[in-house]
């Protein structure tokens, strides 16, 4: 996909998801399988959202956390498991706000941020957490801001510039955390412009 050729990403992307599917029909309980098969259909419902498809990212999104599922409340204490599961909702949040369904993506934020509050604070601060957390703040503050509740989406923005700049603090040669924590200021700033 990164050379423009998304059809073909889509192709290779389905065959990769039959086959890790037809391996966790016969062997359900293997969490291995599970996982790379929710990342094969998180993939591809990236490529096919990017495409047009929007129902046929939705449903590549929802079979993703229906693999994580069972697997992140067999293990409440595992952070990747978490943040993949992260991943996947966040996904089914942005694709349900392009269709229009505000109050669903705002579910699916909230149900994210949820199951971080519900993790132990040791995990809480494991910086992928944070920066994970302030991506779900700043995915909510967009369907708070479609909706129109514009001070619920600058708390939102604020609570995710909190993060990004403690990260972007605490660790200042990563590249990654100083341009979060720049982009945030910029979605803040757009907020308040348009209070």
Known sequence: ?????????????GKALDILESL????????RLRRDAANSAMALGRVVWGRGDLARG?????????LL??????????TDLRLQLSAANNLLGQI?????????SIEFHRADLEQFVAAPESER????????????????????GESGDLAGALESRRRSRALRREL?????????????????????ATTLAQL
């Open 168 to 188: 972007s603090a605490e660790f200042p040669d990563n590249a990654t955390y100083a341009e979060a924590a720049s982009t945030a200021r910029y979605y803040e």
């Open 125 to 144: 601060r494991r910086p992928a957490v944070r920066h994970a957390i302030s991506v779900t703040y700043g995915y909510l503050a967009d369907a708070q």
């Open 58 to 66: 939705l449903a590549h999104a929802r079979r993703a956390r229906a």
């Open 24 to 31: 966790v029909r016969a062997d359900s309980g293997n969490a």
């Open 69 to 78: 599922d069972p697997l992140v409340a067999a293990a409440p204490t595992d």
């Open 96 to 104: 349900s706000l392009e269709e229009g369904k505000i109050a669903r």
């Open 1 to 13: 996909s990164s050379l423009g050729d998304t059809e073909g990403a889509s192709r290779s992307y």
